[in-house]
């Protein structure tokens, strides 16, 4: 599931009902402004622009600051961004990016490889904002000119590529003199991107306008984009069906009838399955769940097939026990694949490995853990992601035929963002991260160098697992280019995943996408697939499509 940023505002909970979402929401918008929900929830938009922060709106990294490349999880390539090449050392140790010339940030001031190395060393002067462990790997970043920057590895590791790719580049002079970039809110920034002029903000709407100076000739035609909140998928899919949003990344429940049907010629949708795969996560730092006999018994206990057909609408299949979705079928061994038979619902096995467990049931007909604590557990979900919600519903159900109580507990984005990245849950439904490779799936479920200590924000592997085996065969898969040397190593990661049962699989996520070509052409779709369609920016990928979008 891509992240939708929504809001919902008790003040204004009857405008609410009716679509708007404050000032601005319910009117048309102006000619050229490209009016979008990325559909992440909030209570109210917090001005936020920070492409360090977990919680900077969008387009923050995908729109106003960009990356030396782009990505595209479509064709599977990558696109030179910022920089115009890169070069792989022989031994994979060093990578060497040349910028290309003439990008100006929004004040005027040339782009440099100092600001390259600049945007690397302040994570590593700030390691809570080293999301994705890149000085993990890292050694050293060196701008050897104006327009080259070296990296060099403690190790080779040849994965690193899209993390430094899309690590974003921010301006040393603005931010060189920031004492605490972690809670900089960066409110009106100065960036290389198409997007960088707040022009209004309030908690319900905001809109940017486009850089006049930006470096790609004549783009973007889109004169700003407005970005609006919504109480949730149907206030959304409502705003969709009246006209008044352009582009949206929302699960649309029926969506030939709710909202292509409504208007044929303009309302369109692409649902390609290059989303993150969705898992149940439990919280390894706890008991029971540190136990992968009883986590495959919670997943033995799970109907998947009854979530995709009543919370999914059909729109995704069931997942193996690989994690994998079918779109990485000539990754995925055989083996692996019929070994992780703790995906296929059976109750009396899930009964039996919790008995052997030594989790009783009560007189109650609830289970206790040993110590005597009934089986009572919150399961974390997104308030409004009603897929989401629909499917903790179906486990709830299916937990209780194994003894074990499990309670939806909705939040806002914002607030289970905090809870399952800082590990304050116990059971949560939840997104991994996918990459260029399986690597970038089994290294944010099972290597050490991605656990972070409970209380302290984690990008990925909320869940706390480590196996050393699995570092192991990791750090092999890292120094390799061979294509058949990284087959066999992933076969013995999927094997590492089907065994431990470190999180949940579920359903691999659609990379939810709609939008109406009454206003605006250029978007992706089935026909034109030069990109994914959803406006999703934890990755820059939006990029691609924003500068191809135009005003009618």
Known sequence: MSLRRLCLSLPLGIALLHGACGKGAGERA?????VVTDGRHTSAFTRNFNPLSPDSLWPTRAGIYESLLVFNSIKGTYVPWLASEFRWSEANTRLTFSLKPGIKWSDGQPLTARDVAFSFDL???HPALDSRSIWGFLNDVLAKDDLTVEFDFKRAYTPGLVYIGHHPIVPEHTWKDVPDPGSFRNENPVATGP??????F???MYEIRRNQAYWQAGKPKV??????AFADNEAATRALVEGRLDWAGL???DVDSSFVASDRAHHHYWFPPVGNPVLLYLNTTRRPWSDAN????VSLAIDRAEIVKTAMHGYSVPSDATGLPDTDQKWKDVAAVRAGDWTTRSVARANALLDAAGLVRGVDGVRRTKDGTPMRYAIDVVRGWSDWVAAVEVISRNLRDVGIEGAAQSSDFAAWSDRVSSGSFDLSIGFARRGPTPYHFYRGQMSAETVRPVGEPAYENWHRFASAEADQVLRK????????????LNNRLQALFVELAPSLPLFPGPSWGEYSSTRFSGFPDEQNPYARLAPFQDEPEPLLVLLELQPL
């Not at 997007?195 to 209004?200: I, K, L, M, Y």
């Not at 009883?294 to 018994?297: D, E, G, L, S």
Request: no cysteine; charged share 25%; hydrophobic share 50%.
């Open 251 to 253: 699960f649309v429940a």
């Open 123 to 125: 994570v590593r002067r």
């Open 477 to 488: 898969f890292e120094a390799t280019n061979d294509a058949a040397e990284r087959k066999t």
């Open 202 to 204: 309030t908690p319900q």
């Open 223 to 228: 004169q700003a984009v407005r970005v609006l």
């Open 30 to 34: 102006p000619t050229g402004v490209l």
């Open 195 to 200: 997007f960088t002029a707040v022009a209004t």
């Open 294 to 297: 009883v986590r495959k018994a």
